[in-house]
């Protein structure tokens, strides 16, 4: 018996270990791990390994005040991640902040942690301008693209206009990818987060050959991800975004990445703050997707 119980203290011991370490493991190292997308509205790559977007800017901000939490300087190691993959790489410690652009709901929770919710995302459809799709009722017998590990073609099955709809799934490995389906052809419709639509509508060639269109499919709130019961990481990111919104920083990155032209190529996305952004700032939570479909 006595056997058995220091097993378990030790079992129990490794994992509060575990849990706890994230702050000592970067202070320990001097290096920091983002998790970064290639081609994701919040968070894509310009060449030459380097990263930018609205998830990137907030994440270095947090880097910035864990430094002065760990008190020394931290180098940012860039690690690219897919749908498929970030979830098991922030589990294994391979990746300490998910910069990407992840919906926290509660199947996710079960294996990681969010941070408070710093952008409420709408999913949409985008389609070729001249498709003549402009519902969701007209996706029956069409081929819809999403991208591998995300959730938009379930809902898009799920929501009530879709009764009776039947279309073919194809999916692209990353979101340039999927993107890629609709302009060559072999997708009519590419179901997407609205800020990965509008933002690779508005780096595409002829942007005027893309609009997004339909019903808003589902609201789903979006947190920089990181590992599960390390308390004292989480309030640490947690404080920094807070800091953000309090400061007006927050408001600032969103207007620089979202209302004014961006790179590579310098066009807008032009996606206004929405009302539902708007209240997450005003009460910082990290709620799942779920509680908002309770609305």
């Not at 994992?15 to 997308?37: E, P, Q």
């Not at 070729?128 to 519902?135: E, Q, R």
């Not at 990965?196 to 808003?216: C, R």
């Not at 005003?282 to 479909?293: L, Q, S, V």
Request: net charge positive; glycine share 6%; proline share 4%.
């Amino acid at each position: 018996m006595k056997a058995t119980l220091l097993a378990v203290a030790l079992v129990a011991g490794v994992s509060a270990a575990h849990a706890d370490d994230t702050l000592k493991k970067i202070k320990d190292s001097g290096t920091i791990t983002m998790g970064v997308r290639e081609s994701s509205g919040l968070s894509y790559t310009i060449g030459d390994g380097k990263y930018v977007g609205y998830h990137i800017d907030v994440c270095h901000k947090v880097v910035s005040d864990l430094e002065k939490a760990v008190g020394r300087k931290l180098e940012i190691k860039y690690q690219p991640v897919t749908s498929a993959n970030r979830i098991p790489l922030t589990v294994n410690g391979t990746v300490d902040l998910e910069c990407g652009s992840t919906t926290n709901n509660l199947a996710r929770q079960k294996d990681v942690a969010f941070a408070v919710t710093t952008y409420v995302e709408e999913v949409r459809i985008a389609v070729k301008a001249n498709s003549g799709i402009s519902s969701i009722n007209q996706l029956n017998g069409k081929t819809v693209a999403t991208t591998t590990g995300t959730t938009s073609v379930q809902t898009l099955r799920k929501h009530e206009r879709a009764t009776g709809v039947d279309f073919k799934e194809v999916y692209g490995k990353d979101h340039a990818d999927s993107f890629l389906l609709l302009e060559s052809g072999r997708a009519d419709a590419f179901v997407m987060d609205g800020s990965i639509l509008a933002k690779n509508i508005a780096t595409s060639k002829n942007p005027a050959d893309y609009k997004i269109v339909g019903e808003v499919l589902s609201v789903e709130p979006i947190a920089i991800m990181i590992r599960k019961d390390d308390p004292a990481f989480k309030k640490a990111v947690d404080d920094s975004i807070k800091a953000q919104i309090k400061s007006g920083d927050l408001a600032k990155t969103y207007d620089k990445w979202f209302l004014q032209p961006i790179p590579p190529t310098n066009t807008k996305i032009g996606l206004p703050l929405s009302a539902a952004t708007k209240e997450a700032w005003a009460n910082p939570n990290d709620k799942p997707m779920e509680d908002y479909a309770k609305k």
